[in-house]
Structure formats: structure tokens, C-alpha cells
T-cell receptor
Framework: GNSVTQMEGPVTLSEEAFLTINCTYT??????LFWYVQYPGEGLQLLLK?????DKGSNKGFEATYRKETTSFHLEKGSVQVSDSAVYFC????????????FGKGTKLTVNP | DSGVTQTPKHLITATGQRVTLRCSPR?????VYWYQQSLDQGLQFLIQ???????AKGNILERFSAQQFPDLHSELNLSSLELGDSALYFC?????????????FGPGTRLTVL
């Protein structure tokens, strides 16, 4: 089946530290890949996406590269801020299939000043 | 603000009861999705509607049903509620059903079954 595996959290970092959240996927077809972010008490917001191999999605200093050979879509940011504290979800949809999002379990990030 | 609205924000009810959750998609969006977020199952897709018709079904229990009305708002009906149905229910919408398109999420309805 189709699934997404994220690194277990929670992750706690100091401000300006480097962030990596690992994400790997299993898909029966060709997936589009997404990172969503959920701030406390809010719904999910799209952070970035990539729809084909070697594409890099980027937004607000966050980046992730679609790696077909390693079936991965790791999220990175060079210098995190306190305002980045949230839960991050890696997700996929299957191209040519249902548009439903298949989510990983989420990784909670806390950034301390 | 994503433009997707959900009501009510919180719902507390008893086992065996029936509730209705409401979702209004972003203006112009034709596709509506429902997801359930729980501590043990994570975020799971329930059902999708496109322009009033059911388009895809996920892990939705038979006690749950949904519909999308001509004005494109959607309702999720949960009946014979059990303790395990306590969760956060999200609605999302997109312009067209496409695996490339972003889905815009509402703030969710937190359901507590006592």
C-alpha cells in the first residue's frame, strides 16, 4: 500500500539551529509529495510540495528535495526560529489516482530562544 | 485564514448520539475532503466529494456518512457515537480534484464523546 514514515519526535532545538526532519515513502504509483505544518490550535497549512523526481520545494526558508532513488523527501531549514514551533506532516498523493492525502504521523518541533 | 470554515469548533456529546459537522469550502473550490485526526490513528482520509458527487472513500465507518450540497458546502454525519470517535475532524477543499493541487484545511471540529 501507500504509506509515509517520518522520524519520531518530539524535536527540540535552539533558535538558529539547523533542522532536518526525515521522511520516506512507499507508493504503488508515482506520488506527489507535500509537507504540511500545523500550528497550535489551527488547521494544516501547505508548507511546500514537489511533484516529480529531483524537484525541490521551498518556502519560508524550508526546503525538501524529491528523491526517487531513496524514496525520500526530507525537510530542512538552515536556521530555525521560535515561530517555527509546530507539528510537521509529510504526505503524498498518487498521481493518476485518488487525490486523498496519505500522511505520516507528524513530528512536533519546539524551538527555544 | 485558509478560507475554509468549519462549525462547530467544539462538540461534546454522549455515546450513542448523532452529530453533524459542517464545512464551507473556499470560494470557487469544487472538491471537499474530510479527514480524522486522532492520537492513535494519526491523520486519516475519510471521504471526498467533487461538485456534489462522492469521488473517493477512505477508512470511513458505516456509522458515518457525508454529502455535498448544491451550494458546495458539505456535512459529515456521525451516528451511534462511540468513545473511540473522539477526534479532531478536518475539512479541506481544493479547486479541482488533482494530485498536484494544494488542499486548504479548515480549523477543524473537536469532537468529544463521553
Amino acid at each position: 500500500g501507500n504509506s509515509v514514515t517520518q522520524m519520531e519526535g518530539p524535536v527540540t532545538l535552539s533558535e538558529e539551529a539547523f533542522l532536518t526532519i526525515n521522511c520516506t515513502y512507499t507508493a504503488t504509483g508515482y506520488p506527489s509529495l507535500f509537507w504540511y505544518v500545523q500550528y497550535p490550535g489551527e488547521g494544516l497549512q501547505l508548507l511546500l510540495k514537489a511533484t516529480k523526481a529531483d524537484d525541490k520545494g521551498s518556502n519560508k526558508g524550508f526546503e525538501a528535495t524529491y528523491r526517487k532513488e531513496t524514496t525520500s523527501f526530507h525537510l530542512e531549514k538552515g536556521s530555525v526560529q521560535v515561530s517555527d514551533s509546530a507539528v510537521y506532516f509529510c504526505a503524498l498523493t498518487l498521481q493518476g489516482g485518488s487525490e486523498k492525502l496519505v500522511f505520516g504521523k507528524g513530528t512536533k518541533l519546539t524551538v527555544n530562544p | 485564514d485558509s478560507g475554509v470554515t468549519q462549525t462547530p469548533k467544539h462538540l461534546i456529546t454522549a455515546t450513542g448520539q448523532r452529530v453533524t459537522l459542517r464545512c464551507s469550502p473556499r470560494s470557487g473550490d469544487l472538491s471537499v475532503y474530510w479527514y480524522q485526526q486522532s492520537l492513535d490513528q494519526g491523520l486519516q482520509f475519510l471521504i471526498q466529494y467533487y461538485n456534489g458527487e462522492e469521488r473517493a472513500k477512505g477508512n470511513i465507518l458505516e456509522r458515518f456518512s457525508a454529502q455535498q450540497f448544491p451550494d458546495l458546502h458539505s456535512e459529515l454525519n456521525l451516528s451511534s457515537l462511540e468513545l473511540g470517535d473522539s477526534a479532531l475532524y478536518f475539512c479541506a477543499s481544493s479547486l479541482q480534484p488533482s494530485s498536484y493541487n494544494e488542499q486548504f484545511f479548515g480549523p477543524g471540529t473537536r469532537l468529544t464523546v463521553l
